[in-house]
T-cell receptor, first 108, second 110 residues
Framework: QQQVKQSPQSLIVQKGGISIINCAYENTAFDYFPWYQQFPGKGPALLIAIRPDVSEKKEGRFTISFNKSAKQFSLHIMDSQPGDSATYFCAASHDMRFGAGTRLTVKP | NAGVTQTPKFQVLKTGQSMTLQCAQDMNHEYMSWYRQDPGMGLRLIHYSVGAGITDQGEVPNGYNVSRSTTEDFPLRLLSAAPSQTSVYFC?????????FGPGTRLTVT
C-alpha cells in the first residue's frame, strides 16, 4: 500500500503556464517532504524540499505548498518551460517513501 | 568528488542466475539505500543501511540481499534472478538532509 499518493500521472502544459502536481501522505510522523526531478536515463535529483513547520517554500520558479492538517503538499512550477519536461516525484521521510511520479510535458 | 556511482549500467540475466549490483559513494554518508523503479510504481525501497554493519529491509526486500562492510560501498545481490526483478535499480546516499541518487542500473531478466 503506497503511503504517498501522487497525481496526476501525466500532465501537459503550454510554455509559460503553471504546472501543479499534488501529493497526499498518510503517516503523520513524516517530517521531510522533498520533490525530485528525473530526466530520461538519469537518476532523480532533488529539486526542492519542505519541512512541516512552514506552509510554503519558494525557490525560483518552483514552489511547494504544504497543508499539514490535510496531509497534502503540492509542487507548483511557474512559467513552465520545455526544459522542465521530466518526471517529478514527491517523497516523504523518514525512510523516503516515493509517490508514483508525474510525467510533465511542456509544449513550446 | 564522484558522488554516487553504480555499476554496471546495463545487465541482462537469465532466470536463476545471480549477480551483484555495485554502489559506491565518496561523500562519507552513513545512510545508503537501494530502490527499484518500475513504470507507474515510482521508486520503491528495497533495502537500506544507516551505517557500516547495519542493514534493514524496505518495502520490497524479497529476492535481494545487501551488506555494508564499509561506509563507501553498499552492494545489492540478486541470489536467483526472476523476470519480476526486471527493473531499473537506483542506489542513493543521504547526508545533510539531502538524498543523492546514482545513475541507475537497467536490469533485464529473461
Amino acid at each position: 500500500q503506497q503511503q504517498v499518493k501522487q497525481s496526476p500521472q501525466s500532465l501537459i502544459v503550454q510554455k509559460g503556464g503553471i504546472s501543479i502536481i499534488n501529493c497526499a501522505y498518510e503517516n503523520t510522523a513524516f517530517d521531510y517532504f522533498p520533490w525530485y526531478q528525473q530526466f530520461p536515463g538519469k537518476g532523480p535529483a532533488l529539486l526542492i524540499a519542505i519541512r512541516p513547520d512552514v506552509s510554503e517554500k519558494k525557490e525560483g520558479r518552483f514552489t511547494i505548498s504544504f497543508n499539514k492538517s490535510a496531509k497534502q503538499f503540492s509542487l507548483h512550477i511557474m512559467d513552465s518551460q520545455p526544459g522542465d519536461s521530466a518526471t517529478y516525484f514527491c517523497a516523504a521521510s523518514h525512510d523516503m517513501r516515493f509517490g508514483a511520479g508525474t510525467r510533465l510535458t511542456v509544449k513550446p | 568528488n564522484a558522488g554516487v556511482t553504480q555499476t554496471p549500467k546495463f545487465q541482462v540475466l537469465k532466470t536463476g542466475q545471480s549477480m551483484t549490483l555495485q554502489c559506491a559513494q565518496d561523500m562519507n554518508h552513513e545512510y545508503m539505500s537501494w530502490y527499484r523503479q518500475d513504470p507507474g510504481m515510482g521508486l520503491r525501497l528495497i533495502h537500506y543501511s544507516v551505517g557500516a554493519g547495519i542493514t534493514d529491509q524496505g518495502e520490497v526486500p524479497n529476492g535481494y540481499n545487501v551488506s555494508r562492510s564499509t561506509t563507501e560501498d553498499f552492494p545489492l545481490r540478486l541470489l536467483s534472478a526472476a523476470p519480476s526483478q526486471t527493473s531499473v535499480y537506483f542506489c542513493a546516499s543521504r547526508g545533510g538532509g539531502e538524498q543523492y541518487f546514482g545513475p541507475g542500473t537497467r536490469l533485464t531478466v529473461t
